[in-house]
């Protein structure tokens, strides 16, 4: 065994060994190896009697110890080479003829082990430079590492479980808070072709579910109505969306191998990831246009560690009235949003992980909210000012599709996350993070579950005011401490972390998504949403390989942060309180503004100069309720 | 050492393919006998004890022949690698055999084409496999391919094809002194053979265990015997390893100490004494013990059938730390290596299968002109 074996020393808790067991171990190489030592740590903790043998003895002088002492097991560990895997399949068949190697299990472990390569050398098995201590304790065990029974399973996270959200800055509470109740009142009696939508939409698959097909029909003839020209082109004509197609049934029967896997899956596929990660909630963003290839990123994705997933969808969907029906394959980035594909792509999610369908711009966030519930999302995600300064949709039409988000998400009990995005046109932080506060506030007012999504981004306020220039720590830092400051609830800083601060390199891009993430939970975040390492700069197609890139730098960055704390410099909390005070700023001239639609309007959540525009997409398709 | 069924190996025919090195040719030999007994109708399976057939050498990363199966053959492998072969099976059955890439599982080909082979990768796994498959699959004829160097489990072959070539050693002496060793040694005699019919009568038995395997453990072993003899003749069962230069100097030992003692040497098989090392040192050594007067017979055999020589070698260059695929002159080769041994040779990219087809008319026990 290597002196990589296991990224930690101590032992997955599990039951006692059925059988304790005698075990040589022999360093074949001229020096020990601390591989072997630590395995044999644990094997004496477990019980076991463990003889570990002198490094540099010849085959035939372990083969005659191996007699002596009789044990059940022989672990070898050996670094190997052109001639040197001759000498350990030479040693094999020593044992075998004298008689031995039939009484005992024997394993090979090295840096340049491979399975297939110790069974080519006549080994039961072989432990590479990745194998940790729980791999081969099991093996001499004669268990499985994940067998049902040995590792304790995961329970699916609740990201808002023990927090109050009580506004412990009680001016930008009360800020808010009256901010939040001018909206409410002023949605109250509004209404939008999203609404109904929404509405239509829960009614029709309510009526799918009793087998009411003539109630579907008629109530997808009402939907087909206030729908765009595309999607009524779909409806009346069946012609699909450009850049879309149906999935073929064989796409379609395929998901069930993804189920079955999803089902197979005790938890992340390394052990050393399970450890780590597993109370570490990391999200990753999916979205390829391909439902089925989706599936496969997020089985990937979760056996290296994820804990959650986010749906992408296009963001031509977010312009249209209307969602189709039906599975869909897109051409271009991002999933289409249709409950078919949602159910579909669910089944590759494991059941202790978390998924997101997000509602947070566009002409369909109250349906979306309603098909995430109908599909078994875990969470949404809502917020009217990012839609509607920099995402395209007009502020008085988010505005009403927003609070109805709000009502939907609590009343299907879905926890939804308030992010920050337009910081990246430009707005500065703390005017984002009013407009966010406010729709956490109005969330409150409905008993919602919101979580605060600060960006951790290298935005265009820092890149132009310097603020980054010496480090990515500050800045960060004193956004999670000024809401922390504010409101006791959860903060899942995305999305993703680290935007504008990776490069082409994957490496770099890797390390730099690591380090947020560590700094993200280092500050106490309840959770991290993460990118690929090639997500910025993919042009397309995202890999399977730089998804693992990105999950094994935060495994990496975790471990190595561990418990301890990062500390930013005296400058953060400088930071903070300027945060605090712009903050307040912007809450008060809100207030002033007359009401929360009009102060989007005027560019006091994010002006025109800072990269902020309100957006067209749904202008004039407000009503009052009749 | 397990028992088995008959003195010469199992019933089926079990044919090993074992090699003096890696890259020394046994896949292209067993590419080979496939082919030929494919060609013949000759139903057989193929099993391996290593991991054969693979796109790429495990330790030098250069590429490698495929294995290839026809219809109607039987494949034993490791589960995953029957589900990812090139070929469709039927029949799919779990013989209960363990090997480090899972269970290994039987199929019988329906259409043809590439696998990759990994099966039991010890004696008892290997009899165990062998069983199942004549009892359960009916096979007749076992086609087991080597792995490394390594012999033990071929013991239970009732025929072995050995591969060798530069990729062992390039030096022609050496090589055929290598060859001339293995062949020496398979050929020693059955202790139930006409050979040993009245002239030394052995009474008492002595069993060393791997007191031959090393040369530290010989004063034991002579110790042992001193106890146990009086003047005449002692049958010497050695169940262990035996090393060349150990059993010299066992006899040496013994002719100074026990001057008038002689030894009947009754080894298992054949391969205990390749598996102590230095097959070019084993005529020296059994030279040494036979003209002393002592015997040394094997309780069961396998038919050594021939040797493949394979010219071809890699090599390792320093500056790029990779290897490279290079060769002898195959021509050359050959020619040098007969002159220096009578063992039989053949060299099957350069001659092509004529003589492994010989060979294999005699295990299949078809007269060749028959086809």
């Known amino acids: 065994m290597s002196e990589r074996v296991g ?162 800055d009680e001016e930008v509470g009360r800020l808010c808070g009256e901010i939040a109740r001018e909206l409410l009142d002023w949605a109250r009696d509004r209404t939008s072709p999203g609404v109904i939508r929404a509405q239509i939409r829960e009614e029709m698959e309510k009526a799918r579910a009793e087998g009411n097909h003539e109630g579907v029909t008629k109530l997808r003839e009402e939907y087909a109505r206030l729908t765009g020209d595309e999607i009524l082109r779909f409806y009346r004509e069946g012609v699909p969306v450009s850049h879309t197609r149906p999935l073929t ?20 596929v390394r052990p050393a990831s399970a450890g780590i990660m597993q109370d570490r909630v990391v999200f990753i963003q999916y979205g390829t246009g391909c439902p089925l290839m989706d599936g496969h990123h997020i089985l990937l994705s979760q056996a290296w560690g994820a804990r959650g997933v986010v749906h992408f969808d296009p963001s031509w969907g ?30 590759s999610i494991l059941p202790s992980n978390l998924w997101q369908v997000r509602a947070h711009r566009g002409l369909n966030t109250p349906e979306t909210v309603v098909l995430a519930a ?18 395209g949709t007009d502020p008085e039409r988010l505005c009403v599709d927003g609070v109805k988000c709000l009502e939907l998400a609590a009343r299907f009990g879905l926890p939804y996350d308030v992010v920050t995005n337009e910081e990246l046109a430009g707005v500065p932080a703390a005017k984002a993070f009013a407009g966010m506060l406010v729709v956490m506030a109005a969330g409150i007012l409905l008993n919602g579950r919101p979580i605060l999504q600060p960006l951790f981004a290298r935005s265009p306020e820092a890149i132009i005011g310097g603020i980054m220039d010496e480090d990515f720590v500050d800045f960060n830092a004193a956004k999670v401490a000024v809401l922390t400051n504010i409101v006791d609830a959860p903060i899942w800083p995305g999305a993703p972390v680290g935007f504008l601060t990776q490069s082409q390199d994957r490496a770099q891009s890797s390390t730099m998504t690591g380090l947020h993430a560590a700094l993200a939970f280092s500050l106490g975040a309840t959770a991290v949403t993460v990118a690929s390492s090639d997500e910025a700069y993919a042009g397309g197609p995202i890999t399977g390989a730089a998804r693992v890139d990105s999950l094994q730098s935060v495994a990496a960055a975790i471990r ?67 | ?134 009892q359960t699959a009916r096979v007749n004829l076992v086609l087991v391919d080597g792995a490394f160097s390594r012999m033990a489990p071929l013991c239970l072959a009732s025929h072995l094809i050995v591969a060798t070539g530069a990729a062992r050693n390039e030096d022609v002496s050496a090589l055929a002194g290598e060859v001339t060793g293995i062949g020496t040694v398979m050929s020693l005699p059955l202790l139930g053979s006409a050979k040993f019919a009245g002239d030394i009568e052995s009474t008492r038995e002595v069993e060393l265990g791997t007191s031959l395997m090393v040369r530290s453990s010989v004063p034991g072993g002579v110790a042992m015997l001193r106890r146990a003899a009086k003047e005449g003749f002692l049958t010497v069962r050695v169940t262990g390893p035996v090393s ?48 002393k007067g002592h015997e040394i017979a094997v ?28 060769q002898v002159d195959a021509a050359w080769f050959l020619k040098e290596m007969r002159k220096r041994t009578a063992f039989p040779l053949t060299d099957l990219v350069l001659e092509g299968p004529f003589l492994l087809k010989l060979w294999m008319s005699g295990i299949s026990r078809k007269p060749l002109l028959e086809r």
């Open chain 1, 7 to 168: 990224e930690r020393g101590e032992m997955t808790p599990s039951a006692q060994p059925a059988e304790l067991k005698k075990i040589m171990m022999v360093p074949l190489d001229p020096v020990h190896d601390v591989g072997l030592k630590l395995i044999r740590r644990a094997l004496c903790e477990r019980g076991h009697e463990v003889v570990l043998l002198p490094p540099d003895l010849s085959p035939e002088e372990v083969v005659e110890k191996a007699r002596e002492v009789r044990p059940d097991c022989l672990l070898v560990s050996r670094t190997i080479s052109y001639g040197t895997a001759e000498v350990l399949a030479r040693f094999l068949d020593l044992l075998d003829t004298a008689g031995l190697r039939d009484t005992m299990r024997v394993a090979v472990g090295g840096m340049s082990i491979r399975p297939e390569l110790a069974q080519e050398m006549g080994f039961d098995a072989g432990f590479g430079p990745d194998t940790t201590v729980e791999e081969a304790v099991a093996f001499v065990e004669g268990r499985q590492l994940c067998e049902r029974g040995s590792q304790p399973s995961l329970l699916k996270p609740d990201l808002t479980q023990g927090f109050s959200y009580r506004f412990k």
């Open chain 1, 249 to 268: 049934p064989a796409e379609i029967s395929a998901f069930s191998a993804l189920e079955d896997k999803a089902r197979q899956m005790e938890g992340p």
């Open chain 1, 318 to 347: 977010a312009r249209q009235e209307g969602f189709l029906e039906g599975a869909w394959s897109h051409q271009h980035d991002g999933t289409v949003i249709t409950l078919e594909n949602l159910k579909l792509i669910k089944k």
């Open chain 1, 374 to 391: 109908l599909a078994g999302a875990d969470l949404t995600k809502i917020n009217v000012v990012y839609g509607s300064l920099a995402a």
């Open chain 1, 560 to 626: 190595f942060f561990g418990r301890t704390k990062i500390s930013p410099s005296p400058r953060a909390a400088f930071l903070a309180e300027k945060l605090r005070e712009d903050i307040l700023k912007t809450l008060k001239s809100a207030l002033s503004a007359g009401s929360f639609v009009r102060a989007l309007y005027e560019g006091v959540f994010g002006s025109r100069e800072e990269g902020a525009y309100p957006g067209r997409a749904g202008r004039g398709t407000v009503t009052r309720r009749p």
């Open chain 2, 1 to 134: 050492m397990l028992e088995n069924p008959g003195p010469g190996g199992l019933s089926p025919t079990v044919v090993g393919i074992a090699g003096t090195a890696k890259n020394t040719g046994k896949t292209t030999t067993l590419n080979e006998v496939i082919r030929l007994l494919s060609e013949d109708n000759t139903p057989f399976a193929v099993t391996s004890i290593g991991f054969d057939g693979e796109d790429f050498d495990t330790v030098t990363g250069l590429a490698k022949p495929r294995v290839f199966v026809p219809e109607g053959s039987v494949v034993a492998t490791a589960q995953p690698l029957l589900k990812a072969a090139g070929a469709d099976f039927q029949e799919i059955r779990d013989t209960g055999v363990r090997c480090a890439l899972g269970r290994v599982f039987v199929g019988r080909v329906s259409r043809c084409g590439r696998v990759v082979l990994a099966g039991p990768v010890t004696t008892r796994g290997l009899l165990q496999l062998v069983r199942f498959l004549s």
């Open chain 2, 244 to 291: 060349p230069f150990a059993l010299e100097e066992f006899v040496g030992l013994l002719g100074s100490e026990l001057p008038h003692l002689r030894l009947r040497f009754v080894l298992d098989h054949p391969v205990n004494l390749l598996v102590g090392g230095q097959a070019s040192r084993w005529p020296q050594a059994i030279a040494s013990v036979t003209g």
């Open chain 2, 299 to 326: 309780r069961r055999s396998t038919t050594l059938v021939g040797f493949t020589l394979n010219p071809y070698r890699p090599a390792f260059e320093e500056s790029s730390g990779r290897y490279r695929a290079e």
